[in-house]
């Protein structure tokens, strides 16, 4: 059907909503499965009813959900050109968010794995990296800008061929009532950033396709996702690959995690950011 035909349709009131009915149940490839347990893409081992959260996100796309304390949350690159740049709010209080400057000194690592924790500026734990096998992210560099795309991509916009990680936060927040003030520096997965010698910053790269990430989470979260070309990316090209996001409950794990039995035992720093969250909880009457 040609793009004619198609305003030749819609042209009336009646027309419009008859091809908008004609769309129900069809798929796309990149969308959110509604409801998750309808997922193509459930990961193994995890049956597609106990999904809260499935989604295929498009090269260039975003996405949002607020989900539950005890979530655990996966990421998936499947062709090792994804980039997952993440955002983390506290639900109940979008003021507190996540801080990278403390996500990185307080645990005194740099760079994020397995067992990491994501902090907030209060001290307390958003959530705690419980699975990777990527081992190629990066809670330095934050995610691109309107202006370097423009001046990297000759093109920025949300709707362009090169979208700014910025710009797609900023959509993103906006649907949980957050702004661009709201939004401070982001970590992401799936392309690696290590620091030389002399301070600068080298790219990584990808570790390779199939690589997955799971996050726990401690408290109540609007999360916030980009799919966008890493800003170190020195490929010509903007490179961008779909990204799978499954989530389910799994609350009996964070008592598992702070007896050490998921990971092994926990850092002090660590220990402590969770028990300042499970404090803070239970003051507010939730936990």
């Known amino acids: 059907m040609s793009s ?4 030749s349709e819609t042209a009336t009131t009646a027309g419009a909503r008859a091809h ?20 193509p893409t459930a990961p193994a081992g ?21 989900l539950a304390r005890g979530t655990r949350l996966r990421f998936t690159d499947t062709t090792g050109d994804a980039c997952a740049h993440l955002l983390l709010h ?45 081992a190629h ?4 560099t934050g995610t691109s800008t309107r202006a370097g795309n423009l001046e990297r991509y000759g093109a920025a916009g949300p709707e362009s061929t090169a979208p700014a990680g910025r710009e797609l936060f900023t959509l993103a ?31 990584l790269g990808s570790a390779g396709p199939d690589t997955t990430v799971d996050l726990l989470l401690h408290v109540d979260a609007i999360v916030l996702v980009a799919n966008t070309a890493h800003p170190l990316d020195p490929r010509p090209e903007y490179t961008s690959a779909p990204l799978l996001i499954h989530a389910w409950p799994a609350r009996a794990e964070l008592d598992r995690l702070t ?21 803070d909880l239970t003051a507010r009457g939730t936990l």
Not at 20 to 39: L, N, T
Not at 47 to 56: D, G, I
Not at 91 to 114: C, F, I, M
Not at 259 to 279: F, K, M, R, V, Y
Request: proline content about 8%; aromatic content about 6%.
């Open 20 to 39: 908008a009915r004609a769309q129900h149940g069809r798929s796309a490839e990149f969308m959110r499965h509604i409801p998750p347990s309808s997922s």
């Open 90 to 134: 506290r639900a109940d209080a979008p003021h507190e968010r996540l801080n990278v400057a403390d996500t990185v000194k307080v645990p005194w690592q740099a760079y994020l794995g397995s067992g990491h924790p994501l902090l907030s500026g209060f001290g307390r734990a958003l959530a705690t990296i419980v699975a990777d096998t990527s």
């Open 4 to 7: 004619t035909d198609t305003a």
């Open 46 to 66: 995890i049956p597609a009813e106990r999904l809260v959260w499935s989604e295929t996100v498009a090269p260039g796309g975003y996405s949002s959900a607020v």
């Open 137 to 140: 992210h990066d809670a330095l």
């Open 259 to 279: 007896s050490g039995e998921l990971l092994g035992p926990l850092g002090p720093e660590h220990l402590q950011a969770i028990a300042n969250t499970d404090a």
């Open 173 to 203: 927040g906006l649907k949980h009532g957050l702004d661009r003030r709201d939004l401070p520096p982001s970590v992401s997965f799936f392309q690696g950033v290590r620091v030389q010698p002399d301070g600068t910053f080298r790219w």
